[in-house]
């Protein structure tokens, strides 16, 4: 089971970043970070002659890198309540590769698992709920088999550390992903 | 009142930009696409010394825009159950607003008043309600009065103008916004 | 197609029954008020030697209801953000159902069509949404077809018909329920 | 700080209640299950001349119960993806409680902290999420502070205990509880 952990922050060493870490130690995995690959705004081209065309950014790495990998975790700060955009930008492109008559994107995330971490300032164990409400309709759409997800709180970077319950949980999942 | 629409859309004519249309018919109205400006994602640099520095983009252009109107209409397709990238973008980057010494935008945001349109192909009228409470805790961040929200159902451009209960609920927002 | 309403309301004449009585103008149907039928709380004995026993009470009268009618109308006042106790008690009851060996509930609830109708007084637009939620999980475990939902808001009984959006929306519906 | 444990389980011994008591052990508390207090579904008076009138059932001794504890823990099982009816029916008597001249229900209950225990064995971390937003907009309501939440799954008694995840956020709770 090949793990690969998408990180949606804007900022390096980040709660998101930070609580990702405790949880993945001594798991082997593959780490990219969104923001160093450049991903361009989806232009919805499924009722387009001639449908999508190329796009000249870093999307194409990024998505080998989904197919190489049988779990997913995506690992996000909670925004205003959603996502980063810079995650949003990745997950939109997915309309394109459903496209893509390279191959089956669909039928290949249904295979995989995946795993969501979100960390957020405002009340993110409750405020942070449409935000998983929204991972489970992605999941649905592809059948991928939703593995569970980790809360955190804080805003200054490291204050994760210190919201017990999120780090008590990162733990359990790290035992559970080791297993894989 | 002056009144402000910000579509989210990537593409032209598209369904949410058509049921837009039908409800802003004959309302005095400023529109924008927002993929027609170039906005950088956030970066975090709240907890940084220094804080945000400027962003060579155009949303300076944008948040003078929304500055400037009484109430903003969110309008954006749904892409994967949320927002598109490209409106997320935006929204984003209102975390450096908050913190620009030039004005208090928190403040001028309480006093807007705000609404939503959404439009998808995958059961919108469900599967966008996480949508619907990510926007809640957005304009209750602020204190923005929301005042409604319409909801379309389409896939391929103008099958909305096919969903009659979108119609006739953006016909009876259309006489809500003439009377402002 | 028999349609069957079911009114979760506690009080006669109240803006659920109202707003209900507007979308049902001219439409066959049957209509129950749930108050009218003595229910009890659930006793959960899935698990329990012997099952399910036999209760002394009008629930059988009412999944008979259900059983006849190809279209369920749930139509409940929002109380505390959920719908009444009195329709909670009556769809608790149906884990009940599912183990009676007389009939397939499960297969039956599949072929029916649902539609929800919710009055609240307090931002039912919006506080609504996740007890829409709860009714979409529980038709996705039927695999009952949702076609769809009303939003009404009012306190004082017969405030509901100023709500205009929801007025049409039930005139909406009218036409569509005629149509079956 | 009192604690109060409103149980809304069905079933002796069921899961709702072990998660509970894993989470309370050796933490001073009362505990009462609702399914032993007998409580009429609430009639809607706001509206009526005279108002409420008196119930003859044991709502008034749950009443008392909870005005004379500081925290509030609301462990219910996810029936049907809500709460249970015996909970539910206790829920929206405050209703009543909330025009009771004899005290001032809201301003009692906004000085209270609030915990919510939810098991259910149909994807109880997804499908428990409109419950929980449900119980925000209550706490909301009433200013209540939302101290947390633990989530359970099983179905047959004591499967909960076999959820890793769930026992180690008890117990995460517990040590909470017991320094109050």
Redesign the interface.
């Known amino acids: 089971m090949k793990i690969l952990v998408l990180n949606g922050?804007?900022?390096e060493n980040?709660n998101t970043e930070q609580l990702t870490n405790v949880m993945m130690q001594g798991v082997a995995h593959t780490y990219v970070n969104l923001?160093d690959f450049y991903i361009q705004?989806?232009?919805?081209?499924?009722?387009?002659l001639g449908g999508f065309t190329e796009v000249a950014d870093d999307y194409e790495k990024l998505i080998e890198l989904v197919r190489e990998h049988d779990i997913l975790i995506f690992a996000t700060?909670i925004?205003?309540?959603?996502?980063?955009?810079?995650m949003?930008?990745f997950?939109?492109r997915?309309?394109q590769s459903l496209r893509d008559p390279r191959f089956s994107f669909k039928e290949e995330m249904k295979t995989k698992k995946a795993f969501v971490v979100l960390c957020g300032g405002?009340d993110p164990?409750?405020?942070g709920?449409?935000?998983?409400?929204?991972f489970?309709?992605?999941f649905q759409?592809f059948g991928t088999e939703?593995l569970?997800?980790v809360i955190g709180k804080g805003?200054?970077?490291g204050e994760v550390l210190n919201d017990?319950?999120a780090i008590?949980?990162a733990n359990?999942w790290k035992k559970v992903f080791r297993s894989f």
Do not use: C, E, T
């Open positions: 922050s804007s900022r980040g923001r705004p989806i232009v919805d081209k499924r009722h387009v700060p925004y205003w309540y959603g996502m980063s955009g810079q949003k930008l997950v939109d997915w309309s405002d164990y409750v405020k709920l449409p935000l998983l409400q929204q489970q309709y992605i759409f939703w569970g997800y805003n200054a970077p017990k319950q008590q949980q359990y």
